[in-house]
Nanobody
């Protein structure tokens, strides 16, 4: 059974930093992309940042220049360094593994972590 476990959320003042980490465990052959999404109260879940197995990254415009995603393909981990945090970054952050295959012949599936709360006070 594949699991994604996140850590690193919390409460921080505006302008501060937090680092989120996520580790995928279980029987894993490959993962196409790993990344982070977030959902604020009353809003839809939105992409924050993703990184493919080839190292291509994609960031939401609202976090460019402030957040940095990093991934370790061999360890199936992904981290998100968040700097210059703003109150509007407050949300539950979810780790995502897209196109995860448990064997070379298996179909790639989508997995989500349980979410970690990030709260930025003004």
């Amino acid at each position: 059974q594949v699991q994604l476990v996140e850590s690193g959320g919390g409460l921080v003042q505006a302008g501060g930093s937090l680092r989120l980490s996520c580790a995928a465990s279980g029987s894993i052959f490959s993962i196409n992309a790993m990344g982070w999404y977030r959902q604020a109260p009353g809003k839809q879940r939105e992409l924050v940042a993703t990184e493919t197995s080839g190292g291509n990254t994609n960031y939401a415009d609202s976090v460019k220049g402030r957040f940095t995603i990093s991934r370790d393909n061999a360890k199936h981990t992904v981290s998100l360094q968040m700097n210059s945090l703003k109150p509007e970054d407050t949300a539950v952050y979810y780790c995502n593994a897209d196109g995860l295959r448990q064997t070379w012949f298996a179909r790639g599936l989508d997995y989500w972590g349980q979410g970690t709360q990030v709260t930025v006070s003004s």
